[in-house]
DNA sequence: TATATTTGTATCGTGTGCGATATAATTGTA
DNA sequence: TACAATTATATCGCACACGATACAAATATA
């Protein structure tokens, strides 16, 4: 194990890789979402809450590792699409609650399909089913590694 | 091999964890570098010239996969900053050229020490240097991919 | 119970990313 | 040589990300 091997390979070949497939795949999403006018961090949002049903802002800031400061506008642009409704919490004054609309509940059929569709863009000789689950398991290590850095 | 798996897989696991450990990964280099005032996407501009020498927009493009309308107002940053300097090339009236400054040249000692700081920060039992550079394999294997894909 | 601290959400400002488009210079072609 | 297509760069508008900060509600503590 090479110590200065390893210094050059984490300062130029793992970030960048890591920003530059990041971007990259996010165009595709969006070139599909185009359709249904949903962001890819929008379709994000409503995975979570057609996963987990109705969740406070800061229980959506957690399951998508981002800030109220990005999440908040976030919301308010799906509630502009009466995709979802803010509600302050009668428990809580302080929490505000996700109700998905039906309009909200309805649009998961419009996206049902994208899966299929991603499939297909990946479809390719270069990357194997294996090296996908294998970068998929190492990519949770490390979120894990610096989400655990960064409450320190 | 289960096709429903891969769906599901891709769809909810692959692409996200991109995303979170692409920003997690940013901000770690961000706070190391806002001590010399530079933001990730800039750092990434003066690694490109640093290892290159000069370079014309569209090679910086090409190197980061970024298109023009990204790069020019971060080159525009980046010469207020009095890093670098963009010309004209006289060959090609439209190419313009960017020009390291002396100052430019010199801000790499400034952050030589940040590959150390960054090793320390991915310093962890939780993932081993070999899933790393399998990480990092694949990472570019798919960038290929998708790059392929963008252009066809 | 008063007050300090913490928690949940929101606001503000700056810097990206990127789709759409514009413009000028160059190249290809009839 | 005209003129169409391509190429390199830039502009514009919008939607994130995120650091810094504000503020009210809840909780902890003296």
Redesign the pocket.
Known sequence: MNTDGTELFLENQLCFPL?AAS??T??IY??LL?EVEL????YLVLLVLWQHGSL????V?QKL?????????????LEEKQLLV?KR?D???????ILLTEKGVALKQSVAQIPHKIVDSFKDDSVSLEEIVSLQKTLFKLIDLLNRKQLE
Do not use: G
């Not at 590792?65 to 642009?77: D, E, F, G, H, Q």
């Not at 428990?91 to 609650?97: I, N």
């Open positions: 920003y971007r990259l996010t165009q969006n070139e185009k962001t890819y961090p929008q406070s802002v800061n229980e800031c590792l981002l800030a109220s400061n990005t999440v908040t506008p976030l919301l308010k642009r803010r919490s428990d809580d004054e302080r929490v505000v609650k």
